[in-house]
């Protein structure tokens, strides 16, 4: 999931520096690579209409995928918490078994230590992955706010 987002940050951030430059390059030089006269770039309507039709559509895949990413990180919100919870129940479970002062009766208490052993590796593992995962969708909204930027110089 990691890799999906960042692969979809580097397509946009490729696709958005493309538009910015232009069909002719970087701003000040003409399809040649030679500078144009005051380092201006000559743009017509039609151009400024297709860059802004593009935006628009790279903002709508985007706009897409973050909505899909935020459902993912989501599910795995969930998911890590019925985790916590089920780990925070065979604790108590584990306790109550202590305190009780039961005998030990052959499975019960390495069972009960080895679920919450297994259940703290899998919590310590969703809880890296949750982490991760909201880090990415943080970038993605900072790459929303440049493509309203770079929206809003295309007019």
């Known amino acids: ?15 958005l520096a493309a538009l910015e430059e232009g069909p002719d390059g970087p701003a000040g030089t003409d399809r040649a690579g ?6 201006v770039v000559e743009s017509g309507p ?10 628009r559509c790279l903002a709508a895949y985007h706009d897409a995928q973050t909505r899909n990413f935020q459902h993912e990180r989501l599910i795995h919100l969930l998911v890590t918490l019925f985790f916590a919870a089920v780990w925070a129940g065979a604790v108590v479970a584990l306790v109550l078994y202590l305190v009780s002062g039961a005998e030990p009766d052959g499975l019960t208490m390495p069972g009960l230590v080895a679920l919450c052993v297994v259940l703290t590796g899998l919590e310590v593992a969703y809880i890296g992955h949750y982490y991760h995962l909201e880090n990415n969708v943080q970038a993605l909204y900072r790459l929303t706010t440049k493509l309203f930027e770079a929206a809003d110089r295309a007019g």
Request: aromatic residues 0%; without cysteine; charged residues 40%.
């Open 1 to 15: 999931m990691n890799r999906a987002i960042r692969q979809h940050i580097e397509l946009v951030e490729r696709r």
């Open 46 to 55: 039609a151009d400024l209409a297709r860059r802004a039709a593009e935006l």
């Open 34 to 39: 030679e500078s144009e006269p005051d380092g």
